[in-house]
């Protein structure tokens, strides 16, 4: 491995004083060493997890509002027992509320199915490599496309810009959810893709209607951008609205419905043979369009991801 993980181990591990790792993390982060990380136990994960934020490291207790002591064993929980006249003994696991809640893996196993995921290694490889079941193998596949999902809805910016073009297509949200409450209301979507780059958008409403649409393009597209509206029928029984907004909104509107060309029909060309359906933007889509826009080595593929799902699941520090 190109990290020499031992180096960890000589910090101070008190559950108050958490040594940051960043000169040794200046290395690869790739199957070697999520390995060898494991290898050396779970408070070595437990660190690790702790400082890119996958778990808090600190935990405020309810009754008093003191730090609560990390006690290990087979399950991690934050624990504050006092005596006199306030005595109280509070408890809370460790994982709850985390990307590790209600699993009974190690951290260090849970690390090495991601990167296997995230390497696109195949079902049977993960679980021969890391003897897990079908069944959890399959689960954390899922949960790490929630993630993608997750972040792709999360995403509030804008996107386009002078001599850009932005695909817009109306598709139906999945409603399926694995560890993530969704953060958004309605079912349909306006999906916004930048064509030669790795941008989008992605924008949950309850009516698609062309007002509606208006009102995403300005909160969701830079003015001078070109727009290509791939929405049925909206773009033809609402010319003169539209042709408001490009006066208002400095952008230049094309209709685009009946193209063969597109960059959501090269999506779906990706994505044959996948659980996809026509018009549904699914955790598939989002697993592509994440993977799209982190186009990067694995190693920091894995970096991004790992933020991706501290983003997700932010850790608690308090109740």
């Avoid at 994505?271 to 955790?283: K, M, R, T």
Wanted: hydrophobic fraction near 40%.
């Amino acid at each position: 491995m190109s990290v020499n993980a031992q180096e960890w181990m000589r910090g101070v591990w008190d559950g108050k004083v958490f040594y940051s790792p960043a000169e040794w993390m200046k290395g690869d982060w790739n199957g070697d060493f999520f390995y060898e990380l494991s290898k050396l136990g779970d408070i070595a994960c437990l660190k690790f997890c702790m400082d890119i934020g996958l778990v808090a490291k600190r935990y405020e207790c309810p009754t008093c509002g003191d730090d609560m002591k990390l006690s290990g064993g087979d399950r991690w929980l934050w624990a504050c027992r006092k005596h006199g006249a306030n005595a109280h003994y509070i408890k809370r696991s460790l994982r709850k509320g985390t990307w590790f809640q209600a699993s009974h893996m190690k951290f260090g196993l849970i690390l090495r199915l991601t990167y296997m995921w995230l390497n696109k290694m195949p079902k049977e490889s993960i679980m021969n490599d890391l003897g897990v079941a079908s069944q959890t193998a399959t689960d954390w596949k899922n949960f790490c496309k929630e993630v993608c999902m997750d972040h792709c809805l999360r995403f509030d910016g804008q996107v386009g810009g002078d001599s850009m073009t932005v695909d817009i297509y109306e598709a139906w949200l999945s409603e399926k959810k694995y560890k993530i409450e969704r953060r958004v209301k309605g079912n349909s979507v306006y999906v916004g893709l930048v064509r030669n780059l790795n941008d989008c958008f992605v924008e949950v409403v309850e009516d698609r209607s062309a007002e509606v649409l208006v009102e995403v393009i300005i909160k969701r597209i830079v003015p001078g951008s070109t727009i290509l509206i791939n929405c049925g029928s909206l773009y033809s029984s609402s010319c003169a609205l539209f042709e408001q907004l490009e006066v208002l909104h400095n952008v230049t509107i094309k209709d685009t419905s009946k193209s063969t060309d597109g960059t959501w029909l090269k999506v779906k060309r990706a994505l044959q043979g996948n659980d996809f359906l026509d018009g549904e933007f699914n955790d598939e889509v989002a697993e592509y369009i994440w993977r799209r826009q982190n186009n990067y080595v694995i190693t920091q593929k894995m970096k991004n991801f790992l933020k991706a799902i501290s983003e997700s699941f932010p850790p608690k520090s308090k109740d």
